[in-house]
């Protein structure tokens, strides 16, 4: 048996090996004709170290970088050679491609950006943040209330730029001797001003349910998963139904590390396609898409796991159940919204539909949401997220030239 799996894992090490050169070769006949940034042009640099199965931590900033850009130079910083093909697709910035720490060294001589943003925790960070004239700033890839908001890294960035209230509040508690007034800027929401796309289905008499779980965690800390507990219950009792649709958003790691969990996902996709087959009016949706907006601002109520998906839905002030993960491990800061949140155990499951349908219309409920809507992300008006941040890297760009000049004058 073990030589069985050692031929397996020798093969798949291979298969990837092939995959990678793969890649790397079609990055390379790409890159010659790829534009790149006038030297001296780039003030915002974006660092993204990850692989493409990150990509959804980079893409849910594509809108206010856009914007960014229209005032500000603005490039992408990419280290991966399958994240640098999908941005040189998809990004609406200049990209910069960086592999080896030579590549980032080059980019700092030729552009000597004064701000770069960092979106998430990646180890390799701190290849870039090794450069002291510049500020380093961590803007995440969500607001949550999950422990990776409150870790000790933050206190390795400059700054951080975060929502509201809840998230200040948050870093006071759990962070010593870290000063919120000067190293903090809260910014609200800004990409809530730019979801995109148009619901692939017709505007009709159906409720629509956005279930939008998490992946399965790589420790019980973090095992906030629910695809496996509550998700295919769920599915069968909202497929079932005729007065309701379903759209299913899983994240993009949901069974990279739980077999079970990717057989009870693969379950839910297999049940949505014979639901639309035995009706084609119903037009209940898998999304495994890159574009995030229609399904969080067009659903009637969403299902979500502990997540950055429960903040993304209160940025658009909609109704929402908040799964209670199984696992005893789980952490569960209950201290914010969550103190608050509508829950569904996974032994209620099986009665969603009245959940849902009391979410969408108890008036009580609909009051405590609006509550929460406003300390975690404060004005949620169209356009005023997006003010906030450009009035924070605005503020940020001035102190470096302030800085620079003193420098400069000793």
Do not use: C
Not at 91 to 96: D, K, T, W
Not at 118 to 145: K, P
Not at 159 to 174: S, T, V
Not at 217 to 229: T, V
């Amino acid at each position: 048996m073990a030589i069985v799996n050692d031929a397996r894992t020798a093969i798949r090490l291979v298969l990837r090996l092939v995959r990678s050169r793969q890649v790397r070769g079609r990055l390379a006949r790409r890159l010659p004709s790829a534009p790149t940034p006038a030297p001296g042009s780039v003030e915002i640099a974006v660092y993204f170290a990850d692989g493409p199965v990150n990509m959804y931590q980079i893409r849910q900033w594509y809108g206010p970088l856009a914007e960014l850009s229209r005032h500000r130079g603005v490039a992408i910083v990419s280290r991966n050679p399958g994240t640098m093909l999908a941005l040189l697709d998809e990004s609406p910035v200049p990209v910069v491609y960086a592999r080896q720490v030579v590549d980032l060294e080059r980019f700092v001589a030729e552009q000597s950006p004064k701000t770069v943003l960092y979106v998430n925790q990646n180890a390799r960070n701190f290849q870039m943040m090794r450069y002291g004239r510049m500020w380093h700033v961590f803007v995440n890839h969500g607001e949550s209330d999950k422990m990776y908001m409150t870790t000790n890294q933050f206190k390795a960035y400059d700054y951080a730029l975060i929502a509201g209230d809840a998230a200040r509040d948050r870093l006071a508690d759990a962070l010593w001797d870290y000063d919120l007034d000067a190293r903090t800027i809260a910014i609200g929401r800004p990409q809530a001003d730019h979801f995109v796309g148009e619901p692939p289905y017709p505007a009709d008499e159906r409720t629509v349910v956005l279930y939008a779980p998490t992946w399965e965690g790589d420790r019980g800390a973090a095992a906030y998963g629910s695809i496996a507990s509550h998700g295919t219950t769920i599915a069968e009792r909202v497929l079932a139904s005729p007065q309701h649709r379903f759209v299913y958003r899983p994240h993009p790691r949901s069974g990279v590390v739980d077999p079970g969990y990717k057989a009870a996902h693969e379950r839910i996709v297999a049940a949505i396609a014979a639901a639309n087959a035995a009706d084609p009016s119903a037009h209940h949706v898998y999304d495994d898409g890159p574009t995030l907006g229609w399904q969080l601002a067009g659903a009637d109520v969403a299902i979500t796991d502990i997540s950055a998906m429960i903040y993304d839905r209160l940025a658009v002030g909609r109704p929402l159940l908040v799964t209670r993960p199984v696992s005893a491990d789980a952490e569960v800061d209950e201290r914010g919204y969550l103190s608050d949140a509508d829950w569904l155990r996974a032994e209620d499951a099986g009665d969603v539909l009245a959940r849902v349908d009391r979410a969408a219309n108890d008036a009580e409920q609909l009051a405590r949401l609006r509550h929460w809507v406003e300390r975690y992300f404060g004005d949620t008006t169209p356009g005023a997220a997006t003010s906030r941040f450009h009035a924070a890297v605005d503020r940020l760009v001035a102190r470096w030239h302030e800085v620079a000049a003193e420098r400069s004058g000793r």
